[in-house]
């Protein structure tokens, strides 16, 4: 097992990474816990619930379940009070702990209820896509969307534990593990470049959920992403780092309509146009931008952005959480494994839109 140690202002906790962790997460329940809320959805509870049932049990806690439905059109507002009826209706207090068991969606509304009942008890999250074991889970962004936003209800509230069963990836839909896998070789493009190097001589064991190849990625994306919150948790600068391709994948998300890319799709697709745009703004050399391309390819995701007009593309961009008094900014890479969050002037932008 591979444990991996977050330290941050709001609170430290360790990701535990293995094979068959599922049997084993009552390790984490916190001796004074009075009951286990598992949060979860249908689907996933078909897969993995009584299995994680009988693990939580053998704490000799309390163990309520609640369901939610499937789907990102649930992370919001009418769910979240679901989640809170069933607590309150369970008599939780505050010594109750929740168990997040899902993708980001259950991790992310799970995390945000944690933090808002009883103004805040503790939570474990127990990720079950790829994107939610080497993202989501780790660094304690919790939302649901509003109408008019996505993510735009939150907080930051950290867990108390992370607990990562690679083999629960086994039954994730072969779009889902591509789409993780862009999340995993953007650390390296930000961070490590050999990393970055050791993704592109795995992609056969990466792409086929290889134990040893899977291990490794995992930890090695929880332990980047760990030394990055770690040093900004609430993202006053350093964390928007791990926004990369984001800005040009978030437009094809909007664009395209939300779902028709998955969201790690769109930024695999997103860090190749970040990386010409790199070229552009601050040399990243041709033969970097070459290899981001091979790999967005190798892990399966799209490597060609939708054909719209540039002023179309402008204007969705627009809505990223980055842009300051209306001025895009992108996070660039000077060379592999570096990046740097810039503005960026619209006619450099609409230059590199022509190359696609
Ligand atoms: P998801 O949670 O919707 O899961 C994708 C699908 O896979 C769902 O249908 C789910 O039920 C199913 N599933 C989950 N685990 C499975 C398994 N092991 N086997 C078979 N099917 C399984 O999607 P996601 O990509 O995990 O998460 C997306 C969400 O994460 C978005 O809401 C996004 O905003 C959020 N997010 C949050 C952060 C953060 O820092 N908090 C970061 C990135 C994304
Ligand atoms: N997924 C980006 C972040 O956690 O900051």
Redesign the pocket.
Known sequence: MSVVHVNTPGGSYPIHVTAGRLDRIAESIPNDTTTIALIT????FN??GERVLKALQSSGKKVVQVQIP???QH?NSQTLDAIFDALLQNRLDRKAVIVAL???????IS?FAAACFMRGIRFIQV??????QV?????????I?HPLG??MI?AFYQPTAVEIDIH??????KR?IS??LA?VIKYGMITDADFLDWCLANTAGLTSLQDTQTQYAVTRSCELKALVVSQDERESGLRAI?NFGHTFGHAIEAGLGYGEW???EAVGCGMIMAAELSAEVCGLPEQSVQKIRDLVAAIGCPTAPPKWDHDRWIDLMGLDKKTEGGQLRFVLLPELGKSVVQAVDVATVKKVLAKF
């Open positions: 959805n249908p689907t996933i897969l993995y499937d789907g990102e992370k899902g993708g980001g969606v259950v991790g992310d995390g990720p079950t896509t790829l994107l939610s993202d989501s889970s780790v660094g304690g962004k919790t939302a969307n996505k993510n939150g629960v990836l086994k039954t994730l839909p889902e789409a993780g999340e791990l998955l969201h790690g």
